[in-house]
């Protein structure tokens, strides 16, 4: 199985019954995510008010080899949770001159994305999301996590891959009120725009994201957000800024209410 942190607990999550006891269990796993890398077996069966061996059996139902594989997932997960792409070496940043050249850099690029971001892309594709009950991303997962746990807890189905493969539900195992948000298509995430149209015709929305022009295809999707790129690392920085503006601008907007009620 592919490292996806905390994904496959999420998405057994959101496949389970809520009446069905490892949905409970699962969601009191959730809760604590940033404590599970430093339980054991058995202080995570005693907050879930259970036994170890049903924590066991729930992490393989998840997908994880068992317990242990579950925590180290966490524990990446929360070790990377703050690392974005960056355009410098980690070493170079040591020296502070550099590391200024990195922060200017990225403040550029980021300037330079909102110059050419088109806000009212912005809403639609958060309105998208917003009308949708499922929601599936293809490309950097880890871009994605942060804004997968503010649907996942608005009652959203969210499943985040790194690629349409193996691994990927068939078709029709999807929601039909879905969305699909593919990233930078070709590269490598699908390596077919007719993966793409296929997704489109058996009804699920799709928003595109992309660096590059692919007018043929941005024709026949519900939205296309181009961006200035070069298909290099800049492009993650690019990326990560306006899933982070469509996290905000969904929260603000369908979320926050909720949140505090």
């Known amino acids: 199985m592919k490292d996806l942190g905390i994904g496959p607990l999420v998405n057994f999550y959101n496949r389970q019954d809520k009446n069905d006891a490892y949905h409970k269990i699962a969601g009191i796993l959730l809760q604590n995510v940033t404590r599970?890398?430093?339980?054991?077996?058995?202080?995570?069966a005693n907050i879930c008010f259970t036994s170890s061996a049903t924590i066991s059996r729930l992490a393989k139902k998840a997908g994880y080899e068992g317990f242990n594989a579950m925590k180290d997932a966490a524990r990446r997960q929360e070790a990377g949770y703050f690392q974005e792409n960056r355009v410098l070496p980690p070493e170079q940043l040591i020296d502070a001159d550099t590391t200024e050249t990195y922060l200017s850099t990225l403040i550029?690029?980021?300037?330079?994305?909102?110059?050419?971001?088109?806000r009212d892309k912005v809403e639609k594709a958060v309105n998208l999301i917003a009308e949708s009950s499922s929601v599936y991303y293809f490309g950097s997962c880890d871009i994605m996590r942060r804004f997968q746990q503010d649907l996942f807890f608005n009652g959203k189905y969210v499943e985040v891959y790194q690629v349409f493969g193996a691994d990927t539900p068939h078709l029709i195992e999807w929601a039909k009120n879905a969305v699909a948000i593919?990233?930078?298509?070709?590269y490598p995430w699908f390596n077919s725009d007719d993966i793409i149209l296929k997704i489109k015709a058996f009804g699920v929305k799709v928003i595109l994201i992309t660096c590059s022009a692919r007018p043929e295809l941005?024709?026949?999707?519900?939205?296309?957000?181009r961006l200035p790129g070069t298909k290099?690392?800049?492009?993650?920085?690019?990326?990560?800024?306006?899933?982070?503006?469509?996290a905000l601008e969904y929260r603000k907007k369908y979320m926050d209410d909720w949140f505090y009620k």
């Open 218 to 225: 941005e024709e026949q999707v519900d939205l296309a957000i």
């Open 232 to 246: 290099f690392g800049r492009d993650e920085v690019l990326y990560h800024a306006l899933i982070n503006i469509m």
């Open 182 to 186: 593919i990233e930078n298509p070709g």
């Open 36 to 44: 599970l890398s430093s339980l054991t077996v058995q202080e995570a």
């Open 108 to 118: 550029h690029m980021f300037m330079e994305m909102n110059r050419v971001l088109e």
